[in-house]
Structure formats: C-alpha cells, structure tokens
T-cell receptor, first 110, second 112 residues
Framework: GEDVEQSLFLSVREGDSSVINCTYTDSSSTYLYWYKQEPGAGLQLLTYIFSNMDMKQDQRLTVLLNKKDKHLSLRIADTQTGDSAIYFCAERTNAGKSTFGDGTTLTVKP | EAGVAQSPRYKIIEKRQSVAFWCNPISGHATLYWYQQILGQGPKLLIQFQNNGVVDDSQLPKDRFSAERLKGVDSTLKIQPAKLEDSAVYLC??????????FGPGTRLTVL
C-alpha cells in the first residue's frame, strides 16, 4: 500500500534555511503536497507539485521532487519564528486517494 | 469565502457512548472528506463523498463508524459505541478541484 515517511523533528535558527524531507512509495502519485498545521488548527495547504515537475518555487518556499528516488523536499528560506509548526507531506494517487506522512515538527529558535 | 465549519470543537465522552460530529463544507464544493488524526500521526482518510455518494470508505471501521452527507452539502460522522482508541482529532475537508483540499479546524474527541 501507499506509505509516506518523514523525519519527526527539525530545529533551526531564525534566518537560516529549513529543509524538510519526505519519501513516498506509490509510483502512481499524481500530486505531492506540503501542508502546515499550527496548534489547534486544521491543515493549511502550503504548496503542491505535479508529479511531472522537478521543482516549484513560491516566494520563500522551494519544493524539489526526485521522482526516480520518490523523494520530496521543502525548503523554507529565511525561516521565521512564525514558521514553527508541524509540516505534513502528502501524496495523491491516480485513484484520488491522499496519504499523509506523520509530520515534521519544525522549531525555529530566535 | 467562509471556510469549512465543524462542530463541536471539543468532545469528551466515556467509552461505549455515542458521539456525532458535524461538517459544513465550503459552498459549492462537491467533494467532502473525513479524516482521523491520532496524536503524533498524520491524517488518515475515513471516508470520501462526491456530492452525496460515497467514493471511498475502505478505511472506515463500519462496525462502529457511520457517515452521511445529506443533499450533497453538510455531513455527519457518528461513532457508536466509542472505544478508547477513537480518541483523536476528526478533520473534515472539502474540495472542488482535483488538487486542493480545504480543511476545517477539527473536532478533538477524548474517550475516557
């Protein structure tokens, strides 16, 4: 079945870049997503990438996709304390089913 | 545009009791999802509706969980009877496009 794996924790200093990594197993994934979840809130879509793309940039966010290795990463430039949250990687298959990783808790230290 | 609404936000019940959650999706969104998010884990899809028809309920524990979507708009998710392991946040999401889901704030359920 589908599986999405992420490292559990990442700690960076304010102003540094953060890189959150994710691996997935389903080669039929059509979309790959990054969501942000703050305490007590639902998931907020940050960005997504089509499976036929290698890279997508959106302001401070850069998504890299290595389809051969089934590896997805999210880079946040100039990380701020407001970026502290849990970040979820998710894949969506041709069948329309979404599978989420267990999230990476990003802590930004001033 | 109003977001996805869910109620209640919090619920505490004892095991073997029943509970129901309500979701009002974004107006015009045809697809509605219910997810279960256990503490420390990512959301797991319970059921997906397209209008008022079920698209995927393969991970819904049908012996105790049920869901309906009346007239293709609001939806309710019911647990009867609840078990300790049902303690989680229940997230509702809706979409009108293939790639983006909009999530509600969730209902945090504690089963004692």
């Amino acid at each position: 079945g589908e599986d999405v794996e992420q490292s559990l924790f990442l700690s960076v200093r304010e102003g540094d870049s953060s890189v959150i990594n994710c691996t997935y197993t389903d080669s039929s994934s059509t979309y790959l997503y990054w969501y942000k979840q703050e305490p007590g809130a639902g998931l907020q879509l940050l960005t997504y990438i089509f499976s036929n793309m290698d890279m997508k940039q959106d302001q401070r966010l850069t998504v890299l996709l290595n389809k051969k290795d089934k590896h997805l990463s999210l880079r946040i430039a100039d990380t701020q304390t407001g970026d502290s949250a849990i970040y979820f990687c998710a894949e969506r298959t041709n069948a329309g089913k979404s599978t989420f990783g267990d999230g990476t808790t990003l802590t930004v230290k001033p | 545009e109003a977001g996805v609404a869910q109620s209640p936000r919090y619920k505490i019940i004892e095991k073997r009791q029943s509970v129901a959650f309500w979701c009002n999706p974004i107006s015009g969104h045809a697809t509605l999802y219910w997810y279960q998010q256990i503490l420390g884990q990512g959301p797991k899809l319970l059921i997906q509706f397209q209008n008022n028809g079920v698209v995927d309920d393969s991970q819904l524990p049908k012996d105790r969980f049920s869901a309906e979507r009346l007239k293709g708009v609001d939806s309710t998710l019911k647990i009867q009877p609840a078990k300790l392991e049902d303690s989680a946040v229940y997230l509702c999401a809706s979409s009108d496009q293939e790639y983006e889901q909009f999530f509600g704030p969730g209902t945090r359920l504690t089963v004692l």
